[in-house]
């Protein structure tokens, strides 16, 4: 039940780095060999210190890890126009279809709307229609195999 998740600032349950670290290295960059494990949790380990972006956020049940998603200046060098952005969004396999990872990202939005005007993120066209349904918009099409959209926030 999406009731009993509570969505926490990373700093405030730093416990839950290692999970977090993990989850996103197996999902996004082992494979690529990009960047290692330990240079994620290095770029993971900045919200630690942050008092704005980056903002990582967990989604949890008690010490239960169910999802996470991050605020972060840059998430793709080739548009530094585009500032600040949604990344990494992981939702659990258990909390799935439960509105987690639309918590996730209403609780994002909320925390940067007052330091940015507008959030961008890219995703690929599979998932795209997930964002517009909930007012993102795309700005490019197909950069590199994914979608860039962006929303508005309110001041």
């Known amino acids: 039940m999406p009731g009993d998740i509570i969505i926490s ?10 999970i977090m670290t993990d ?10 060999g990009l960047i290692t494990r330990d240079q994620l949790a290095r770029k993971i ?14 989604a949890h049940r008690g010490d239960v890890f169910c999802g996470t998603v991050s605020v972060i200046e840059d998430d793709m060098p080739a548009r530094p126009q585009y500032r600040p ?10 909390a799935r279809r439960q509105g987690v990872g639309e918590r996730l990202i209403d609780t994002a ?5 007052g330091l940015a005007p507008e959030i ?18 795309r700005l490019e099409t197909d950069v590199g195999g994914v979608n860039i959209l962006h929303r508005r926030l309110a001041a």
């Open 9 to 18: 600032d990373l700093r405030d349950v730093p416990h839950f780095r290692a």
């Open 23 to 32: 989850r996103l290295w197996t999902a996004w960059w082992r494979d690529e």
């Open 45 to 58: 380990d900045e919200n630690l210190g942050s008092t704005g972006i980056p903002i990582g956020l967990i």
């Open 85 to 94: 952005w949604l990344a990494a969004l992981w939702v659990e396999d258990g």
């Open 109 to 113: 939005l909320d925390k940067v709307s």
């Open 120 to 137: 961008h993120l890219y995703c690929t066209p599979e998932n795209t229609p997930f964002y517009e349904r909930r007012g993102w918009n």
